[in-house]
């Protein structure tokens, strides 16, 4: 179990017990590819490149010729996603044993995938859900697709930091208690900001109520492999959790894995969705990425993670340093006793200079030639990872330093007022039953009273201002100005930003009483 404190320093643990395993060196899948392109068989299947010989000449050129020669289809020699027997289906039992799963499943479409994939197979049409409402808008469309009626709870805003936390045990105890039937919960930790919630003290609660506990996990597919990062959701007892490879350690875009643990998920339900979901063309570049990964994290991930949070750690202090930013640190959370945080993240706090997170990051992308992850009405988002260096860090400071420096001096902005909690909503139907029904686009003035038919988020981090089934309230829809006058990408909306879908009244009238009551019981 990790137990660093607060104050202690980011090292490397003892080895004694942490040798790899010898077999975690092994990369079944990368090697097969490479040995079959090397073979140099002539192809008469897909892709219809072959090997790279049909390709554009300007793509050839830029990223190379070997790129294509693995670029195969389902064949013996490298296996099938499908119905893996071979070099994948060895490629995934090290991957379980890498992450202390007892299943674990390459995934080609993202968490987004995985998401959808897993509460598919833990929810059945019309279970009663708990779901933390910073839940990414992939969890309400897995919601969708099972039909699922979801409860929500909401972590809370903090003032002082201008950040959504995540849930806390004693929220999910509260909506346990209030919704005895329920039979899943399902929970994102950590959040985009590095937040985790506490899930030491709340899986194994839930667990003993009977619930199965799904974690969209995207942000910690690294939080294994170092004793100083937070405790990660299988460590925790998790039933199932899905990570982005891609987000933060080696695997492509696209690239991310389920993990699985436990009865309390049916496996072969599982299995039966993902065979459903995901394609049967998979890319296999995309799942090499993922075999590479594994083996990187599992041999070298405490040496690789070590440098990243000390460069991170350096980073934070320096920008703190900064008049009219802050960066805040994780010995603040485990101090208040509300969750842990990954350092990695860096939240750049820049409302104290008058400037919005939107507007930071595109001077810093513009200016300096510096690319965000993601900024918020508040904060500009920066990822550090194992691919970063300490010149990187260092353009990023003096940048930030630069941009606070010609700020002019000043009271309060108007930024500084303004608050971003969860917005409590009405829900008048499930999502799936929103999402299906006869619905209208409506300017957003006159949408106020009315049944969202559309998951309508700012993107990112793609946790959604309104569900479908929800009612549009004067609240949403001032939220939904302010940041469109903050030039946020909001999605669900028309490609004007002007019109919302919402349910047709002669479809909420009939029901509206019926659901409400079901709803509230």
């Known amino acids: 179990m990790k137990t660093t404190s607060p104050s202690s320093p ?70 099938s996603l499908q119905k893996p027997t071979g070099v994948i289906k060895e490629a995934q039992e090290l991957a379980a044993r890498a992450y202390g799963a007892d299943r674990s499943f390459f995934l080609v479409n993202g968490t987004s995938g995985g998401n959808q994939a897993m509460i598919l197979a833990a929810c059945r049409p019309g ?23 979801p409860v929500f709870f909401a972590p809370a805003f903090d003032e002082e930091w201008k950040v959504s936390l995540n849930v ?25 900001y590095g937040i985790s919630a506490d899930l030491e003290r709340i899986i194994p609660e839930a667990q003993a109520r009977g619930l ?17 990062l937070p405790l990660d959701a299988l460590e925790a007892g998790a039933d199932c959790c899905v990570q982005s490879t891609h987000k933060i350690i080696g ?72 008049q009219g930013l802050d960066c805040f640190g994780r010995g603040a959370f485990r101090e208040r006793e509300i969750g842990d945080l990954d350092v990695t993240k860096l939240t750049i706090g ?39 260096r300490k010149d990187d860090l260092q353009r990023l400071v003096e940048a ?37 029904a006869p619905a209208a686009e409506v300017p957003l003035a006159r949408a106020v009273g009315r049944v969202s038919a559309e998951i309508v ?20 829809l001032t939220r939904l100005q302010q940041v469109l006058s903050l030039e946020a990408m909001i999605d669900g909306l028309n490609e004007e930003n002007t019109h919302l879908r919402v349910v047709r009244e002669s479809v909420v009238g009939p029901v509206r009483k019926q659901t409400l009551g079901e709803i509230q019981k």
């Open 457 to 476: 988020t700012v993107y990112p981090p793609g946790i959604p201002l309104l569900i479908p089934g929800e009612v549009v309230s004067e609240e949403i």
């Open 127 to 149: 279970d009663e859900v708990l779901v933390a409402r910073n839940a990414h808008k992939s969890v309400i469309t897995g919601l969708i697709l099972c039909g699922a009626r």
């Open 10 to 79: 980011i090292t490397e643990p003892p080895q004694a017990g942490r040798v790899p395993d010898s077999d975690q060196f092994r990369t079944p899948l990368f090697d097969a590819m490479v040995d079959l392109a090397e073979s140099r068989k002539v192809s008469f299947h897909t892709p219809g490149h072959k090997s790279g010989k049909g390709i554009s000449t300007r793509f050839r050129k830029y990223v190379g010729p070997k790129i294509f020669t693995i670029d195969l289809t389902t064949l013996d020699e490298v296996d």
């Open 350 to 388: 820049v409302w104290r200079l008058g400037l919005s997170g939107y507007e930071v990051s595109q001077i810093l992308n513009h200016r300096f030639h510096i690319q965000a992850e993601m900024a918020d009405p508040f904060h500009v988002l920066v990822i550090v990872s194992i691919g970063d």
């Open 400 to 436: 930030l330093r630069v941009i606070a420096r010609e700020q002019p001096a000043g009271g309060p902005s108007d930024l500084a007022r303004l608050s971003f909690p969860f917005l409590r909503t009405e829900t008048m139907l499930t999502p799936q039953e929103a999402f299906f």
């Open 251 to 322: 695997g492509m875009t696209q690239a991310s894995m389920l993990h699985l643990k436990g009865e309390r998920v049916d496996r072969e339900r599982l299995i039966r969705v993902l065979k459903s979901l995901q394609t049967t063309s998979p890319s296999y570049i995309l799942m090499a990425s993922l075999d590479l990964a594994r083996m990187q994290m599992a041999t070298e991930g405490e040496k690789l993670l070590t440098k990243t949070m000390q460069l991170a750690e350096e980073a934070r202090a320096r920008i703190a340093q900064v």
């Open 168 to 192: 806390t045990a004693e929220k999910v105890r509260a909506a346990m208690a209030a919704h005895p039937g329920a039979r899943t919960l399902i929970l994102t930790s950590p959040n985009y």
């Open 212 to 228: 199965a506990v799904l974690v969209d996990e995207a942000h910690g597919p690294h939080l294994r492999f170092h004793s100083s």
